[in-house]
């Protein structure tokens, strides 16, 4: 039975919370529907699209906020309240797919309040209402922005189209001028980007492009700043017809501090290596992280440590690393993974792309899976009995070392 007496301490109990404030329902309300962490922190959605190795999505990012958004339905429902305070402009539209606006979900007003915005167009196989191509839907995108019709409040752009890529980007120089964050979905076709574009936001921090989304495009005399970009993923394609000696130097990208240089698609490896080392040159000098993910080439270039005199982590697929000057900072490095059965037992032990020098605090094995299987970490002990003689750290991509692994996985 429910409470009845002002003496049982249960009745007072429930009734201070029948008579709680509205100040305090407010805020539990709040607790409710409170977005993923992060969700609209334009750093964190770079930082966290940057990690992932592949595929390089946002889909379980945003199916965290659709989960807030069925609580905060289910909410509204209770009482009048509750519906008055959780369908405020403060609550709605946080996040916007461009989908749902074409859809007639939402209408392109919605724009107005979101901060965060994806442009992900309809899987194959799905009702794309008219949409009959990938240029169909960046018209579309540009038809919606244009509705709004007033520059809107986004700062983080996802799954931003290749397709007619010039003059989409425009587009987003009107609507969305305070972006801080962009993303582009792994693609097929080519968007090439020319450093002196980025001027046009002057708020970017973060870019990041799979391969063959979008490449930076370098002509002679481009001048290029971007003053406030931080992190930057892009493909290196310079015009295969310029000679080397003929691209700029003329790029100025002072913050720059995290930098992944996709190599352009060319029979040639070397010539890959040439081109990939160009834009590294370029925009290398003052960045702290390197990501440099190509696998044909056996031996970085000594020139690397020259070029980036700065650079304290480095990932790479490269198989052998010379050692950096004594001086350098340098103490993180990522190796390539290879399974025992690329590469027999006796060759593994041998095989040059584990690093050691002075001033090597981390190893990274760039698979997020090196410790799953006990079999692909037995050949992996007497690295990692050296590694713990040195006093570095030999973890996986998911920054574990094989012993918490071991009791992540026991518990």
Known sequence: MPPTSSNDPLFVESSAVVRASAEIWASILEHAIQLPDGFTDPDIVAEEYYAQKWPLSHVKEESEYWKTEHAKHALRMVCWSWNEL???DRYSHRFVSMLDVHYGYVPADTLKRAERVSFKPAARGTPRGGIASSEDWVARCMEILKEVGTPTPMRIATDIPSIAFEQFWHELTAYAPSLVTVTFPRGTSSAFLSPSSLESFPNLRHLHATPSAVQLYAAPGAFGEA??????SIGCGIDPHLPISSLPQQWSFPALQTLRVWPMDDPDPNVRLQRLMAVVRALGTNVS???LPMHEVQRMPVELWAVCPRVERLFSWL???DAPPPDHPIHTVGV???RVADLGYDDMLDY??????SGLRTVRIDSGRAWDKAHEANYLFDHIRRYHQLGVRLEDENGLTYLEWMEEASN
């Open 86 to 88: 959780l369908k405020s």
């Open 289 to 291: 992280t390197l990501d």
């Open 227 to 232: 003053k406030h970009l931080v992190s930057l």
């Open 336 to 338: 390539p993974f290879v």
């Open 319 to 321: 198989k052998v690393m």
């Open 352 to 357: 040059p792309h584990f690093p050691s020098f």
